[in-house]
Structure formats: C-alpha cells, structure tokens
C-alpha cells in the first residue's frame, strides 16, 4: 500500500499535494487541519484517517481523535498530533505508543523519519501548510508490504 502522510496544513492544501496523493491509497493526517473543508478535499483524493492537532477548534474535535489507529499490511499504525508530549520526539512517541509499528506525527513542523532499534519507523511529515518557523512545506509517502519494513521518504512541496 502507499500512504501519503500530512501534517500542519492549517486550511491550505497545495495543488502539489493533489498531484502526489492521487496515486496513494490512503491518506493519513497528523493534526493541525485547520478546517473540516480540508479534510473533504483529501477525501476526495483517498481514504483520509486524521486526528485533531492542538489549533484545531471544536468542529474538527467532536469530529476527530487526540489519536487514530489503523493497520495497514500487519503494521499497526498510530497517529497523533504530538502537542500532548510538549515537543515530541521518536523516544516520547515511543513509550507512548509502545505497540505500534508506525508512529506519525507534527506540531514541530520539522519533517523527520526516524528508525528505531526495533524497527518501528517514526515520522513527522513536516508542515504542508503556510510556512512557519522558517521551514520549508513538505509531506511524506510511505510504502507498506507485509512482511517487509515500511519505507518513507519526506517529498518537498513548491511554496505555490
């Protein structure tokens, strides 16, 4: 399966993001919306699993979880904000969620990928949205097998 993983959209989907996430089968949102609209223009593109981040007001909070959960080829997947941990990081994440296979988060609008010693893969997407903090847009894809480590690679998006 390929997933595209975003975060920290804050209302603004990119048209590169349309480009890159007509090919997934599964989109996978780490909080920070910034309006329900956005989740209906992913949905659109695919299947949407999407938590509230700490901006989110109350209509994507009756909507939304602190922390989804799905399993995608035998991995087990969680997905959360961050916000909860101060400024989370792979380890937090970690003992937070010890069964999971795959951690995706935001918050820190820093894109990362992390493999930890027991092959649970960390990642934070970076932030899709406006740019804040000086960084750059960016989302992920990630490739699920069964039976094989999932892969992930961090995509820039253009500032259009």
Do not use: C, W
Not at 69 to 74: F, I, K, M, R, T
Not at 81 to 89: A, E, I, R
Not at 112 to 133: M, Q, W
């Amino acid at each position: 399966m390929r997933l595209g993983l975003i975060a920290d959209t804050h209302g603004l989907v990119r048209p590169a993001v349309h480009d890159l996430f007509s090919r997934v089968d599964v989109i996978v949102h780490a909080g920070d919306v910034g309006g329900a609209e956005i989740l209906d223009e992913l949905e659109l593109l695919a299947p949407v699993t999407a938590v509230y981040g700490n901006v989110d007001g109350g209509t994507l909070r009756h909507r939304l979880k602190r922390v989804a959960e799905l399993e995608v080829d035998g991995f087990q997947i969680v997905v959360t904000h961050g916000d909860q941990f101060g400024s989370p990081n792979p380890a937090k994440l970690k003992a937070a969620f010890p069964r999971a296979d795959v951690i995706v988060f935001g918050h820190t609008h820093r894109a990362l990928i992390e493999s930890l010693e027991d092959f649970t893969v960390v990642v934070n997407p970076g932030a899709a949205g406006p740019p804040r903090f000086g960084a750059k847009p960016s989302v992920a894809i990630m490739e699920t097998e069964a039976g094989i480590p999932p892969r992930a690679r961090i995509v820039p998006l253009t500032q259009g």
